[in-house]
């Protein structure tokens, strides 16, 4: 309890913050609070990011401190709450303080630091507030791993991705994992970017020509044997070992016909690569792929005759899931692979009406004075500029909605502007760091883009992008593998994602998210898939037919 002289000298006591002790006659001390705080010598205001791995923090006060009071008061501790050493000074004459570790802060990790009421001014008295400041420290600049060519660091980077398909494929089917931590459970369509993936691995020479045969085989004939197709579509997700089909949602234990496509144009591919000629084991498998190819039934998947595909179809739940296949997004290879089916081709009508909206796909709009001709405002998660285009070859390519390199090029500038711009201020993105798609996050999945940031990078993005940005993509790389090194750099090449503002690195690895970098950095180089891929007799034919031009048609 105060006490004090007078009411009036009470009231001013207590105005300016009283002191908690008393001694000898009253006396009205000056008032005691923090005035400033910087880092670094700025002003700072939350988030504190990219703070130096050798701070100076000063706090301002508006009295003197009584620095017999600093020790019991001030603190600096890790993100696991252990003390950090730090070193205590005073400047102003002792109004403010200055505290700076004893020793050099790990890169990328986050420290609080502050100090509590305990604090007491030279007069006695209290602050009535106590102060917590959590800060990032900044990246760390140097090489991680010993620097190599831009081509050695592609190889590279596409023989450890490669490891995903072929070391972790599963033993009994062939088929890629959906991830890591999957089990049995395999992917439609990310087998089917591993059955492309496999293909660099032969151009490549990180496995031999016969061994990818043979694991291909394996893949289709169990297809062909053990796996229930419906109407000729494949699930999204299979038993790995048996071939049962695994639901992907509550009504979706049927046909998809999105991850279909993506499988349908790896095993394309693959058909197209083995035909060199009168070899018994190729011709067997490019049978066996004509008969997997060649049954799929996609009017089926127009629900009834509609001008339109559907993505799923169950004969448990039959149209439940009841999703268009509507552009513009992933799948424009659905559209052209049902347009250039010889038993169960779709007419141009459902392409231009289901598909494209009969215009409905453009946009138009301008996003950092980059002009997108298709597609959702700024662009949507970079995936739609990949996956339909492991296969597809965009160069050239054009129809009457759009110029397909101008479009994948276009979406890719606005990402990569966009995280430059980042107008969160998330920690990290910055011309080297960038890349917004569809992949984990902290406490789940989600469709990363411009629309739907939460400062998740994912390192396909912008390398899976190659073909489109190769300056930025390759800046993005040589930052993800030199700099960001072994935080990221694993078992099967980069994770899947990386927050910074969270501290927060993937522990998992995609087969929808590897292959793309592995088949798309081939695209960039060679252009492999995409010649494979644009051979296909039926795919020319398909296309044209759907009034696409181009070189490669």
Same mark, same amino acid.
């Not at 089917?173 to 089990?183: K, P, Q, W, Y």
């Given at each position: 309890m105060i006490r004090c002289c007078s009411t009036i000298v009470l009231s001013a006591v207590l105005a300016a913050g009283c002191s908690k002790k008393s001694s000898g006659p009253p006396v009205i001390p000056g008032p005691f609070n923090l005035v400033s705080q910087t880092l670094n010598?700025? *002003?700072?205001?939350?988030? /504190?990011?990219?703070?130096?791995?050798?701070?100076?923090?000063?706090?301002?006060?508006?009295?003197?401190?009584? +620095? *017999?009071?600093?020790?019991?008061? $001030?603190?600096?501790?890790?993100?696991?709450?252990?003390?950090?050493?730090?070193?205590?000074?005073?400047?102003n004459k002792d109004s403010t303080v200055v505290i700076q570790p004893a020793s050099v802060l790990t890169a990328i990790s986050k420290y609080g630091v502050g100090f509590s009421t305990n604090l007491e001014s030279q007069g006695k008295v209290f602050?009535?507030?106590?102060?917590?400041?959590?800060?990032?420290?900044?990246?760390?600049?140097?090489?991680?791993?010993?620097?190599?060519? !831009?081509?050695?660091?592609?190889?590279?980077?596409?023989?450890?991705?490669?490891?995903?398909?072929?070391?972790?494929? &599963?033993?009994? *089917?062939?088929? =890629?994992?959906? +991830?890591?931590?999957?089990?049995?459970?395999?992917?439609?369509?990310?087998?089917?970017?591993?059955i492309m993936a496999m293909l660099v691995g032969?151009?490549?020479?990180?496995?031999? +020509?016969?061994?990818?045969?043979?694991?291909?085989?394996?893949?289709?004939?169990?297809? =062909?044997?053990?796996?229930?197709?419906?109407?000729?579509?494949?699930? &999204?997700?299979?038993?790995? =070992?048996?071939?049962?089909?695994?639901?992907?949602?509550?009504?979706?234990?049927?046909?998809?016909?999105?991850?279909?496509?993506?499988?349908?144009?790896?095993?394309?591919?693959? +058909?197209?690569?083995?035909?060199?000629?009168?070899?018994?084991?190729?011709i067997r498998l490019r049978t066996a792929i004509n008969n997997l190819w060649n049954k799929v039934d996609w009017n089926w998947y127009r629900q009834g005759g509609q001008n339109i595909l559907y993505w799923n179809w169950s004969p448990d739940f039959n149209w439940a899931v009841n999703v268009p296949v509507?552009?513009?997004?992933?799948?424009?290879?659905?559209?052209?692979?049902?347009?250039?089916?010889?038993? *169960?081709?779709?007419?141009k009508t459902v392409y231009d009406s289901g598909w494209a909206q009969n215009g409905g796909i453009k946009n138009g709009n301008n996003y950092f004075g980059i002009t997108l001709p298709l597609g959702p405002a700024e662009g949507g998660?970079?995936? $739609?500029? &990949?996956?339909?285009?492991?296969?597809?070859?965009?160069?050239?390519?054009? !129809?009457? /909605?759009?110029?397909y390199w101008n479009q994948n090029t276009a979406h890719t500038q606005i990402n990569y502007n966009y995280c430059i711009s980042n107008p969160h201020n998330y920690f990290g993105y910055s011309n080297l760091c960038w890349g917004l798609s569809?992949? !984990?996050?902290?406490?789940?999945?989600?469709?990363?883009?411009?629309?739907?940031?939460?400062?998740?990078?994912?390192?396909? =993005?912008?390398i899976s992008s190659l073909p489109y940005t190769p300056t930025q993509s390759l800046g993005a790389l040589r930052f993800f593998y030199y700099t960001l090194g072994n935080k990221i750099w694993g078992q099967y090449g980069f994770i899947d994602a990386f927050n910074l503002s969270t501290i927060w690195y993937d522990s998992d690895w995609l087969a929808i998210d590897q292959g793309p970098e592995i088949v798309m950095i081939e695209n960039y180089r060679t252009g492999l898939l995409w010649n494979l891929f644009m051979s296909c007799p039926e795919i020319k034919t398909g296309m044209k037919n759907l009034g696409f031009q181009g070189p490669n048609l």
């Open positions: 010598g700025f *002003s700072t205001t939350p988030p /504190y990011f990219n703070i130096s791995n050798s701070p100076v923090i000063k706090f301002a006060f508006s009295s003197p401190v009584d +620095r *017999s009071s600093v020790g019991s008061s $001030f603190y600096f501790k890790d993100n696991s709450g252990v003390s950090i050493p730090y070193n205590a000074s005073y400047e602050l009535q507030k106590q102060i917590d400041i959590q800060f990032l420290t900044a990246i760390d600049s140097t090489d991680k791993f010993p620097r190599l060519t !831009d081509s050695a660091l592609l190889s590279l980077v596409q023989q450890q991705t490669f490891k995903y398909f072929w070391d972790f494929g &599963h033993p009994v *089917s062939g088929l =890629a994992r959906e +991830r890591t931590t999957s089990g049995d459970l395999v992917t439609t369509g990310g087998s089917g970017f591993g032969v151009q490549r020479n990180f496995i031999l +020509r016969t061994d990818a045969l043979t694991r291909i085989t394996t893949i289709v004939n169990f297809l =062909a044997t053990k796996v229930t197709s419906y109407h000729g579509a494949f699930p &999204h997700w299979l038993n790995g =070992a048996t071939g049962a089909t695994i639901p992907f949602s509550a009504n979706d234990d049927g046909g998809d016909i999105v991850e279909t496509s993506y499988m349908m144009q790896g095993l394309l591919c693959a +058909r197209q690569y083995f035909s060199s000629g009168s070899d018994s084991s190729e509507r552009g513009w997004n992933e799948a424009l290879i659905t559209y052209v692979l049902a347009a250039s089916s010889a038993v *169960s081709s779709i007419p998660p970079l995936f $739609f500029a &990949h996956y339909s285009f492991l296969g597809i070859n965009p160069n050239g390519l054009t !129809d009457a /909605y759009a110029n569809a992949s !984990d996050e902290q406490n789940g999945y989600s469709a990363h883009a411009p629309g739907n940031d939460d400062g998740v990078i994912t390192p396909t =993005a912008a």
